[in-house]
């Protein structure tokens, strides 16, 4: 089947829930994906943050494959191998104490809501609490995450949603603390905001929210789906803000591609919220996804990922100010190491920039608030940076 082909026969067999690009990827190598037509493409996408590995790495792969071979499903009411050890590193690394693995950021968002709730249950015996979550947040599509979600677009059809939510404005703590009342059992954030518009906190914000969640015995939920796993220049975000949720979500690039997600939460938490009969999953921590995990995290350390992201995020940083300096719909730059997002005047449309960029041979993606996103694997080289900004300067003047 030629592109044209496979482009009809999907869209006649699909439910039309996504607008596509019209482009059929093959395969991928590296920092480059492939059209069944053989054309190259530098991706600065990942598949929406998830392959900080890049594709086709051979580690990785093997590492599935003898999983294949071996197990890849049995439940959860039987322990296996891959889970103990993708649970044990996926623990060290994040500095949490316990572990829930999930099959999607959204299905992590869910049970942390569940485990905020039932924590405040416990402790003061009611029912009735809230959650407080940002404008302009992006925690997932279930009606729980949604509930949580700040963008009116994607919400306001499926009104009423879960009761009770609160939306505070980003690096506004006054707004955080006016939300506040007893009926409050948690605060929901990303760290670094993603499909909002690429917006990292102000550390004096998540240090305030902190404080007052110690005060009035909140669950803080990070939610670092999109930012974690080396992404912003350290293995979860909070550790370089060195402000610790009670509950951390991650997900995305988690499993290397492969689709798993986990909610972490510290021992208070967990002794003293889901029990057994509150809370489960069928494929959840299934053989083959965990052994991804454990193969992502082995990966990101033994080729020091971070230290990668560290190295060239000046670097990138720094081209990115050539590119706003010499195209004048680009009015400014913002994020935290591989995620970035260069904010763009209402002459252009950011989702027209990304459909040249394709044209040109680059992925990148739109954000809110008529952004350019730049999730690039985390192996990338100064060379794709180069590579990455010439075809970024050439569309945003001539989209
Ligand atoms: C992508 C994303 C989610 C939802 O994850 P899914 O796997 O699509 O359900 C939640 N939160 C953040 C910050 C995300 O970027």
């Known amino acids: 089947m030629n592109s044209k082909e496979i482009m009809d026969l999907t869209e006649d067999n699909c439910f039309h829930v996504y607008n596509r690009f019209n482009v059929v990827f093959d ?31 051979k580690e990785f792969n093997d590492a599935i494959k003898a999983q294949v071979d071996k197990l890849y499903h049995t439940s959860n009411l039987y322990y296996h191998p891959a889970l103990a050890d993708a649970a044990k590193k996926l623990c060290e690394i994040s500095g949490m104490d316990k572990v829930f693995f999930t099959n999607s950021g959204a299905e992590a968002v869910e049970g942390a809501i569940k485990t905020a709730k039932k924590y405040a249950y416990n402790k003061y015996d009611r029912s009735g609490y809230g959650i407080i979550a940002m404008d302009n947040s992006f925690h997932g599509r279930t009606v729980g995450a949604l509930s949580v979600t700040g963008t009116e677009a994607y919400r306001k059809a499926f009104l009423p949603l879960m009761d009770k939510v609160t939306f505070a404005t980003y690096n506004d703590y006054d707004s955080v603390e006016a939300a506040i009342d007893a009926d409050i059992c948690a605060i929901i954030l990303e760290p670094v905001q993603g499909e909002g518009g690429v917006m990292p906190a102000d550390k004096e914000f998540l240090q305030k929210i902190r404080k007052v969640c110690d005060e009035r015995d909140i669950i803080l939920i990070f939610d670092e789906i999109q930012c974690g796993m080396g992404r912003t220049g350290s ?14 979500l991650t997900a995305k690039a988690l499993g290397g591609g492969l689709p798993i997600g986990a909610f972490l939460v510290t021992d208070k938490v967990a002794s003293s919220s889901l029990v057994p009969g509150d809370h489960g999953t069928t494929y959840g921590g299934n053989p083959l996804c965990t052994a991804a995990v454990k193969a992502s995290i082995d990966l990101m350390l033994k080729n020091d990922l971070v230290g990668n992201v560290n190295s060239l995020a000046p670097y990138l940083e720094s081209k990115l100010d050539e590119v706003v300096d010499s195209c004048k719909c680009a009015i400014g730059h913002r994020g935290k190491g591989f995620m970035q997002g260069i904010v763009l005047d209402d002459s252009i449309k950011a989702s027209d920039v990304v459909k040249t960029c394709l044209d040109k041979g680059l992925v990148v993606l739109s954000a809110g608030g008529n952004v350019l996103r730049l999730l690039p694997p985390l192996v990338i080289s100064k060379e794709d940076i180069d590579k990455a900004i010439e075809i970024i300067k050439y569309s945003l003047n001539v989209t």
């Open 27 to 57: 395969k991928g190598d590296g920092v480059t994906l492939y059209d069944v037509e053989g054309k190259e493409y530098l991706d600065f996408a990942s598949g929406i943050g998830v392959m900080a590995l890049g594709y086709n790495n």
């Open 235 to 248: 293995v979860y975000a909070y550790q370089d803000y060195d402000v610790k949720p009670d509950i951390l």
